[in-house]
């Protein structure tokens, strides 16, 4: 971990990035923004699949989350957008197809996702969750986070069965894939171990500790263990930024320090602390988010170094950070963290947007095309403003 004078410097520039934001939109601007945006965004809806066209597999399940997020935050409104109908229809249609996906980095270190859909079957068996599970680890977080912020929206699946059961299933699938450096492997058809796969691996134990009381015992304890070999892995590197994975001697392999890396960590945290009652954890989470918002922005502004072509998987980094950075604020409140959510979302309905409501990569513009994920990452960061504005 960083010396504490280091984070204290970190956190002195950080106030000096975020502290300039002139807050002149209402909440209720925000909330029109957003709904605006995600009248938007179902225009990718595929009913059938119940996948967003333009986008990936791990994506959609990203998608899901930003729409149950903001279901969670102003119910009545996600009634009249049929946001719980459209959980529920994602839940039955998205399981009946078969993902085969293939996975590799390319030149600059950024993960490349390629999916092939075949559909398999026009009737579920009782559980038909297989197809929320493949062969990557971190595809199947996301669809675990997904489904655990839809049961908190209240919404249930197919034959009314609980999205947290499902979620549960996956959680058990995630933990067979143990990794000879500790945590767990990326994929199950290879050894390396990535940053991602082991902070969603932790988020999802840490939630399910706060959702199954009568397992909390076991979630608790798996994300307590998956926390302290996190933080002793050396993933964390000096500058207090989270890298991409271990190399095959189990050392930080120095790769990207991409957004959503500090971003799952954040919601990890604060999840954990939860269960744990450990408030020293959501200092450890503010001292990364406060590292990332000192690396990783460009004029105050989020940025990923692949802008503004960063494909269909890092198109969806950005707005993964602001989510669990918008979960960190709401559980230990920070001006500063707050002046940058609403700066971002300001940025973006400002200059990341055409004239059909869509949103693109980069967020303090200019506006250059948009896909389901380009649109629903930048979401995040408009769903988070309507919750702490």
């Not at 058990?172 to 171990?193: F, L, N, P, Q, R």
């Not at 189990?250 to 957004?259: A, E, F, L, S």
């Not at 001006?335 to 200059?351: H, R, V």
Request: overall charge negative; hydrophobic content about 40%; charged content about 20%.
């Amino acid at each position: 971990m960083v010396s504490s004078s280091l984070v204290g410097g970190l956190a002195a520039r950080a106030v000096f990035y975020m502290s300039s934001h002139n807050i002149l939109k209402s909440p209720e601007a925000y909330n029109n923004n957003t709904v605006a945006a995600i009248n938007t965004l179902q225009t990718w809806y595929n009913q059938g699949t119940g996948l967003w066209d333009t986008t990936g597999w791990w994506n959609s399940a990203n998608v899901l989350t930003v729409l149950a997020d903001y279901a969670v935050e102003n119910p009545e409104s996600a009634a009249s957008l049929n946001i719980p109908s459209v959980i529920q229809n994602t839940y039955d249609q998205a399981q009946k197809t078969t993902i085969q996906a293939i996975k590799a980095f390319n030149s600059a270190g950024l993960p490349i996702s390629t999916y092939l859909r075949v559909p398999i079957r026009s009737k579920l068996s009782k559980r038909g969750f297989d197809n929320f599970l493949n062969d990557y680890y971190d595809d199947e977080g996301w669809w675990a986070l997904a489904l655990i912020r839809s049961h908190d929206v209240g919404a249930y699946g197919l034959e009314n069965q609980k999205y947290l059961e499902a979620a549960m299933e996956i959680f058990e699938d995630m933990k067979g894939g143990a990794s000879k450096c500790g945590g767990i492997y990326w994929s199950k058809v290879g050894t390396y171990t990535n940053a991602i796969a082991n902070e969603l691996y932790l988020k999802v134990a840490a939630s399910l500790a706060n959702r199954v009381p009568g397992r909390k015992d076991y979630y608790l304890d798996i994300a307590k263990k998956e926390w302290a070999w996190f933080k002793s892995s050396g993933i964390i590197n000096k500058d207090h930024l989270i890298n991409d994975g271990l190399d095959e001697d189990c050392k930080n392999n120095g790769m990207k320090t991409w957004t959503y890396n500090q971003g799952v960590i954040l919601g990890a945290l604060v999840e954990l602390s939860k269960a744990s009652g450990d408030a020293s954890l959501l200092t450890e989470a503010s001292s990364i988010a406060t590292a990332a918002i000192v690396h990783l922005t460009k004029d105050g502004i989020l940025y990923e170094g692949c802008e503004p072509d960063c494909g269909a998987d890092g198109a969806q980094f950005k707005g993964v950070f602001m989510r669990n950075l918008c979960a960190l604020q709401q559980a230990a409140p920070q001006e500063p963290f707050k002046s940058f959510l609403l700066k971002n979302a300001d940025a973006i309905w400002a200059k990341d947007r055409n004239s059909k409501n869509e949103l693109g990569p980069t967020w303090n513009g200019p506006f250059s095309t948009a896909s389901a994920g380009t649109h629903s990452s930048a979401m995040d960061a408009l769903v988070a403003a309507v919750a702490v504005a």
